[in-house]
């Protein structure tokens, strides 16, 4: 059975940074694009990070775009996403997302919280 | 960005009774490859999200066949047949034929 299981969050001082890791299981991450979502408390979800199956192509949401980057370890089939410089308004439940035989699949989320 | 708008923004519905929730992309989610890459889901109170409809009207693994999806390239309806206490939930519909994938706004479901 396929799984993702996101680590690394926690409590970070504003500019300060983070790894975020997500851990594959069940399903090969070098067969699909994958992709972080994060939701602020009480708000919406928002994508904000994307590399391709081949991971030659990332892509960065505005808010996110110039502190953030998305990265995969194939051999540790392995998601990553490191966070510089960051701000009060990137607190909220990370999650890796990512497709399996077409069908959509995430992890159960990690908590980041941004504050002093 | 495809903006993704939903509506009602909330819904208070009778257990038994059907509910539907609709959902409005700027640009087709018809991609060449003849998938509809629109995709429901339902957040309950303190979890992840979960997945219930996947490209326009497949069903995701374990889900009552009294959720099902619809629509167009632009138009889409996720409907519950009768709604049980235990469909409460934020509501999101999210296309992914291109990144950023985006959401719209989310339906709050309550029960009467």
């Known amino acids: 059975q396929a799984q993702l299981v996101e680590s690394g969050g926690g409590l970070v001082q504003p500019g300060g940074s983070l790894r975020l890791s997500c851990a594959a299981s069940?399903?090969?991450?070098?067969?699909?694009?994958m992709t972080w979502v994060r939701q602020a408390p009480g708000r919406g979800l928002e994508s904000i990070a994307y590399?391709?199956?081949?991971?030659?192509?990332?892509h960065y949401a505005d808010a996110v775009k110039g502190r953030f980057t998305i990265s995969r370890d194939t051999a540790m089939n392995s998601l990553f996403l490191q966070m510089r410089n960051v701000r009060a308004d990137d607190t909220g439940v990370y999650y890796c997302v990512t497709e399996d035989g077409g069908v959509p699949f995430w992890g159960q989320g990690v908590l980041v919280t941004v504050s002093s | 960005d495809i903006l993704m708008t939903q509506t009602p923004l909330s819904l208070s519905v009778t257990p038994g009774e059907p509910a539907s929730i609709s959902c409005r992309s700027r640009?087709?989610?018809?991609?060449?490859?003849?998938?509809?890459?629109l995709d429901w889901y339902v957040q309950k109170p303190g979890q992840s999200p979960q997945l219930l409809i996947y490209?326009?009207?497949n069903r995701a693994s374990g889900v009552p066949d009294r959720f099902s999806g619809s629509g167009s390239e632009t138009d889409f309806t996720l409907t519950i047949n009768r709604v049980e206490a235990e469909d409460v939930g934020v509501y999101y519909c999210?296309?992914?034929?291109?990144?950023?994938?985006?959401f719209g706004q989310g339906t709050k479901v309550e029960i009467k």
């Open positions: 490209a326009l009207s």
């Open positions: 999210m296309q992914r034929i291109e990144f950023p994938s985006t």
């Open positions: 069940g399903l090969t991450i070098s067969n699909n694009y």
């Open positions: 590399i391709s199956s081949t991971g030659s192509s990332t």
């Open positions: 640009l087709s989610l018809l991609d060449s490859d003849g998938n509809t890459y």
